[in-house]
């Protein structure tokens, strides 16, 4: 499947501190998914965004769809230790299948 | 994420055996899905079935099969042709056949092959 790139793979944040992931990806995305996974856990849908520019909120999360529609973002302000897991991006393909970016691991130190 | 049950949550096979993973939905979802994760890394789609008595192919999907008899059912065999088998197995469903179609995760199968 067509896939998506995730930058940065690894990030690691003092507690308070803002985090951002970045999903990019060379052709036009029909539309982005965020999931959130937990470590030991599963993938948790967290927001869909279809048009371009999209901005959603939710609370200290704020997701943005590209003008292009071609990148993403999740942006997390003044993180907690309860944001820590893996934030993947992902796009349906064709026959509805999720291709999931490589993820962003997300350590929020106390 | 509720309503997708797999098991077990842990399973430990010899090599050269087959093991069948159970995935049970009572979402009335039409789509299901079977993803591999490797430590540290994403998912990969194995198979994937829009209905009922049809599944597709997904990205790695040698050495596994899968069958999809019934709605809520979609089991998945790693079979002992599975070179590398040792990894954690999520199961994921989704409502319909637009594009936009959000997946639902089960919690998982871990399996160590030794």
């Known amino acids: 499947g067509q896939q998506v790139m995730q930058i940065p793979q690894y990030q690691h944040v003092q507690e308070g501190e803002d985090f951002t992931t970045y999903c990019n990806s060379s052709?036009?995305?029909?539309?982005i998914q965020w999931y959130k996974q937990r470590p030991g856990g599963h993938p948790v849908f967290l927001i869909q965004?279809?048009?371009?520019?999209e901005v959603k909120k939710q609370k200290r999360l704020t997701f943005q769809f590209g003008e292009a529609k071609k990148n993403s973002s999740l942006h997390i302000t003044a993180t907690q230790t309860t944001d820590v897991g893996t934030y993947f991006c992902?796009?349906?393909?064709?026959?509805?299948?999720?291709?999931f970016g490589s993820g962003t691991q997300l350590t929020v130190l106390p | 994420d509720g309503g997708i049950t797999q098991s077990p949550k842990y399973l430990f096979r010899k090599e050269g055996q087959n093991v069948t993973l159970s995935c049970e939905q009572n979402?009335?979802?039409?789509?299901m899905y079977w993803y591999r994760q490797d430590p540290g890394q994403g998912l990969r789609l194995i198979y994937y079935?829009?209905?009922?008595?049809?599944?597709q192919k997904g990205d790695i999907a040698e050495g596994y099969s899968v069958s999809r008899e019934k709605k809520e059912s979609f089991p998945l065999t790693v079979t002992s042709a599975q070179k590398n088998p040792t990894a954690f197995y999520l199961c994921?469903?989704?409502?319909?056949?637009?594009?936009?179609?959000?997946?639902?995760f089960g919690p998982g199968t871990r399996l160590t092959v030794l």
């Open positions: 994921a469903s989704s409502m319909g056949s637009g594009s936009t179609d959000t997946q639902y």
């Open positions: 052709t036009t995305l029909s539309n």
């Open positions: 965004l279809v048009k371009s520019g």
């Open positions: 992902t796009q349906s393909g064709s026959a509805r299948q999720l291709t």
């Open positions: 979402l009335n979802h039409d789509a």
């Open positions: 079935s829009q209905i009922v008595n049809d599944f």
